[in-house]
């Protein structure tokens, strides 16, 4: 069954602290990874993705890796905001049927505290 | 303004009533996709449609039910079969066949069933 396990569920920060957020996943075959963030009652936003052949990848303060051999992923928050605050969901592309099917993480809770 | 749009954000049904959520996007995104979120679970798939005029049933799909009669709008109907209706409901469009298929959400509308 493909899956996505996100931790920890939840975690809190002080300001200006850096954190990092896991994802492992067992989704076969494998498109691409992504991160996205949703603020509490909005809709999820797409921070970075990732295909197979890439290990890195950055957006300002978040950087995102993939390990494809051991399926992980991870995303580094660096000098945490306030409004970093918000659920971070990882979501794996599998192909199928000439599209690509998601599947979602149930997501890690940060909390920044001032 | 580019975007994808839901409304209402809020919305209250009695038991055994059928209601529509609207979703709506001015982003020419041939696919778009209906998810459930509930506390502390991942986005589940309830309908998606690639194109005009066809439709797909998700990983949830039973209560509900979808129509695409134009390109720009893919209204949810959760209707009184659905048993545990009450929850956070996200449309997402993108474009149908797309590798980095980044798919943009909506705000979303939180129906509350009474």
């Known amino acids: 069954k493909n899956q996505v396990e996100q931790s920890p569920q939840s975690l809190i920060i002080l300001e200006g602290k850096n954190c990092t957020l896991q994802?492992?996943?067992?989704?076969?075959?494998?498109?691409?990874l992504r991160w996205y963030k949703q603020d509490t009652g909005r809709g999820p936003v797409s921070l970075t993705i990732?295909?197979?052949?890439?290990n890195t990848k950055s957006n300002g303060r978040y950087t995102a890796t993939l390990d494809a051999d051991t399926k992980q992923s991870s995303l580094h928050i660096t000098a945490s905001q306030l409004s970093d605050s918000a659920s971070y969901i990882c979501?794996?592309?599998?192909?199928?049927?000439?599209?690509?099917?998601?599947?979602f993480g149930r997501g890690t809770s940060l909390i920044v505290h001032p | 303004d580019g975007g994808i749009t839901q409304s209402p954000k809020y919305l209250f049904r009695k038991e055994g009533q059928n209601v529509t959520l609207s979703c709506e996007q001015n982003?020419?995104?041939?696919?778009m996709y209906w998810y459930r979120q509930d506390p502390g679970q991942g986005l589940r798939l309830i309908y998606y449609?690639?194109?005009?005029?066809?439709?797909q049933k998700g990983d949830i799909a039973e209560g509900y039910s979808v129509s695409r009669e134009k390109k720009e709008s893919f209204p949810l109907t959760v209707t009184s079969a659905q048993k545990n209706p009450t929850a956070f409901y996200l449309c997402?469009?993108?474009?149908?066949?797309?590798?980095?298929?980044?798919?943009?959400f909506g705000p979303g509308t939180r129906l509350t069933v009474l």
């Open positions: 997402a469009s993108s474009i149908a066949g797309g590798f980095y298929n980044e798919q943009f």
């Open positions: 994802c492992n996943y067992t989704v076969s075959p494998f498109s691409n």
């Open positions: 990732m295909t197979f052949s890439e």
């Open positions: 979501v794996v592309s599998m192909p199928s049927g000439g599209s690509y099917i998601p599947t």
């Open positions: 982003l020419n995104h041939d696919a």
């Open positions: 449609s690639q194109i005009v005029n066809d439709f």
